[in-house]
């Protein structure tokens, strides 16, 4: 019996503190509606100069946007995180598991703080290390874990990062994901397999679209079923096996839109996350991580008609910022990630403004153990050749 059974989190409640980090904000938040909030940002980050540090990942709010010293996906704010051993406090306007990456990056003199600590990542909440645990042993039993080379999407927590350093896997994101699965192929010559930890699609789409690999060379393993729900031989004749993760908000993305607006909208090129469903990718004109959809809306002819996938704060800001083209959100029923809005105004001026009082609320720290692995597997991404971004 390979499957874990968790309990479930009543959240709130005091019974599982671990579990509940995210559910509580204890601080003396400045109302919404106060009309100063952006003078009392501006006032707090000149008063902590270069101390303070603020990254923001391109989901975000433009509110917050608005006071980040850099901007980027998840694998460009890892790099710049580790890139200001100066500053002493990195402000993280993103999600748990990126300000988890910041911490395990920077220093032991620099502390990473998350303005709000209830912005998590449904994903990353889809992998916890038991049920990865368990994988792992059922990939024994059936004889093939020697073989598995486990890969894990940044989008996933701390402990799935250190289990995949110390078992010889590596961190991959969505701008580097080919390059990574191709260092992960070549770990046991052709015999090798990969375990791809938690976004299904992701790992689907760069094995089927970018490395040649079929459908049929992958399985998707559910840890809610005993032993994934496969066979030992399905285990045995994959290459890829998927974890059964999904992000909650590109996995809504339809084909059924795609086809809509390709018969409603002239000239209409469709532009998606590599999150987003396969048949969703294939139906698309183009797919590619965060700074790629960027970097294509920007060196894309005036006139130019786009319908975009990915995160809404992202494709508004998009839109408008270049006028001259006509920028759509794919979806009108697909909403914005609740958890990276969960970073407001409020929650920012009041990280910042404890931070002068000499107060660090909502530290993020990593435990030691934990760290270290998780360095081994963010620090072989990091080291992977070649094209590991398209910057
Ligand atoms: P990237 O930042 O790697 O594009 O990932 C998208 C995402 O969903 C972040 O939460
Ligand atoms: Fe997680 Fe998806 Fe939100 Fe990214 S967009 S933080 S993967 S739920």
Known sequence: MTTVDLPLLPLGLGIDRGSERGVECPGDLPAASDPDLVARALAAKEALGSRLFVLGHHYQRDEVVQFADVMGDSFKLARDAAARPDAEFIVFCGVHFMAESADILTGPGQQVIL?????????????RLPQVEAAWRALADAGVQDLVVPVTYMNSSADIKAFCGRNGGVVCTSSNAETALEWAFAEHGDDTKVMF???????????????????????VWNPHLPNGGLTVDELRDAKMIL???????????????VDELRATVPDVQILVH????HEVVLSADLVGSTEFIIKTVEASPSGSVWAIGTELNLVQRLSRAHPDKTILFLDKDVCYCSTMNRIDLPHFVWALESLVEGVVVNRIEVDPDTERDALVALQRMLDLPGKTHKD
């Not at 992701?202 to 089927?208: E, S």
């Not at 590599?274 to 469903?277: A, D, H, K, Q, S």
Request: with cysteine; hydrophobic share 35%.
């Open 197 to 219: 930890f938690p976004d299904q699609h992701l790992g689907r789409n760069t094995a089927v679209l970018k490395m040649g690999y079929s459908l049929d060379d992958c399985v």
């Open 115 to 127: 303005p709000d600590l209830a912005a998590g990542c449904s994903m990353a909440d889809m992998a």
């Open 274 to 277: 590599p999150e987003c469903p």
């Open 243 to 257: 974890w059964k993760g999904h992000c909650s908000v590109h996995g809504r993305f339809s084909t059924k839109v």
